[in-house]
């Protein structure tokens, strides 16, 4: 009984140490390993040049429609605060300022999402899909017709998605893969209408008065820009039955 105890461990252990980690199992697809070869080594030294380790990469996004821009911001797992690694310049983008309420509005979303999944097949080349609707979403947008496939994708052409250059979705797609390879469950992306500094949300605020929906979430996400900035930690987001948030 002892010798099958042992023999069963020792197929258990064999198999877990055989198995392919999330990077090896990326890189069975042919655009992935083109993004490792463009940028891996731009990945590498930019993570060493910030004291990084791959084997403890946490990363947090952050996009701002009226500036085009997603900044990358990274930490080892036992450090406190993120600090910023990278921004990378969106190259179109639909819409306007706001959320996005229903299908086919070319409104790129905004508010406290999460990236689900990681597609090598896209016809945008790569693409990193957004977790829209979310639980305000849900709530705040037209029932039964809120749309959906929202992505951060390459190829330059946005119909309500976060459009990059093929290069630059290469190196974004592999800091995700690199995290999720080191043990990051969920990367947290949260969606801006602009960089709210004081004057750009007084701007934002005075230009639709009469909009409570966007002002409500202006609010929630202002709170969550002025905290993150003051602290560099990452807020917990309750969404709450009304739509509204709960930052902790």
């Known amino acids: 009984m002892r010798l099958l105890i042992l023999l069963f461990s020792f197929i258990l252990l064999n198999s ?3 198995s392919p980690s999330f990077r090896e ?64 310049t969106i190259c179109d983008i ?9 299908y086919r509005d070319l409104q790129v979303p905004e508010g406290f999402y999460h990236i689900s999944e990681l597609n090598p097949y896209s016809k945008y080349y790569l693409s990193m899909g957004i977790n829209y609707p979310n639980g305000s979403d849900s709530i705040r ?10 992505y ?5 052409i946005s119909s309500g998605c976060l459009a990059m250059t093929d290069d630059r979705i290469r190196e974004l797609f592999v800091y ?37 929906d966007k002002l409500s979430l202006w609010g929630d996400l202002k709170n969550s820009y002025d905290l993150f900035n003051r ?6 987001v309750k969404f709450l039955p009304d739509g509204t948030h709960e930052l902790k």
């Open 231 to 236: 602290t560099k930690v990452q807020p917990k």
């Open 141 to 150: 947008g037209v029932r039964g017709h809120l749309g959906n496939q929202i």
């Open 94 to 102: 639909s819409g306007f300022e706001g959320p996005k309420r229903r």
């Open 25 to 88: 199992r990326q890189l069975n697809f042919t655009r992935v390993r083109e993004a490792y070869n463009y940028k891996e080594k731009i990945v590498n030294k930019t993570l060493a040049d910030h004291a990084i380790s791959h084997d403890s990469l946490r990363i947090y996004l952050r996009a701002f429609k009226s500036e085009k821009i997603i900044e990358l911001w990274a930490k080892n797992i036992a450090d406190t605060v993120f600090i910023p690694v990278k921004e990378f």
């Open 152 to 156: 951060i994708h390459g190829s330059c």
């Open 16 to 18: 877990v140490m055989s």
């Open 176 to 212: 995700c893969i690199e995290a999720y390879n080191s043990g990051q469950q969920v990367i947290d992306m949260t969606i801006f209408p602009a960089r709210l500094t004081d004057k750009n949300y007084s701007g934002l605020i005075s230009d639709y008065k009469k909009d409570k």
